[in-house]
């Protein structure tokens, strides 16, 4: 039996080992996603807010439109434009036309925004090293290429 079949309790082995591989990626992406949301209940974000800010960070001050910062985001989410909203609400984020073309609505990053993201900087990075440090940096290594592979067969052609 396996350590998965174990922890769902489930008797008969599974269909084929790309099933289980699969049950296995989903269950630990829970349980990561269950520390990272407790983590930023602290700072009274979601995970997918942090990850908007940390994209118009990188954007400085030129900003990004709507659909680069949906383009660039770690998990999909299909309503960036209310995300931004709650996001300029908290005035983390500021949004306005571009001067070349009207049409474009561009966010930036505030220096309230700036100022969460610098506070949560260090504890992020020391969360992530608790959860990962029992791995190793080799076996992390090959874990990052292996999930590469994964995504890239997951890629529409």
């Known amino acids: 039996m396996s350590k998965l079949q174990a922890e769902i309790r489930q008797s008969k082995p599974f269909d084929t080992p790309e099933q289980e591989a699969a049950l296995a990626l989903e269950r630990t992406t829970d349980q990561l996603r269950r520390h990272y949301d407790d983590f930023f209940k602290h700072y009274d974000l ?3 807010q942090y990850n908007a800010l940390r994209i118009l960070r990188g954007a400085g001050p030129a900003g990004l439109p709507c659909s680069e910062i949906a ?5 999909r989410d299909p309503d960036i434009t209310r995300l931004l909203s709650r996001l300029e609400q908290r005035e983390l984020c500021s949004r306005g036309r571009d001067e070349k073309d009207k049409r474009v609505v561009l966010s930036r990053i505030t220096p309230a925004g700036l100022k969460l ?3 949560i900087d260090q504890p992020i990075r020391e969360l992530n090293k608790n959860l990962m440090k029992h791995v190793g940096e080799k076996r992390l290594r090959s874990l990052i290429r292996l999930l590469e592979e994964v995504r890239s067969a997951c890629e529409p052609s």
């Open 117 to 119: 993201l610098q506070e």
């Open 71 to 75: 383009q660039r985001m770690i998990t």
């Open 46 to 48: 979601t995970p997918t």
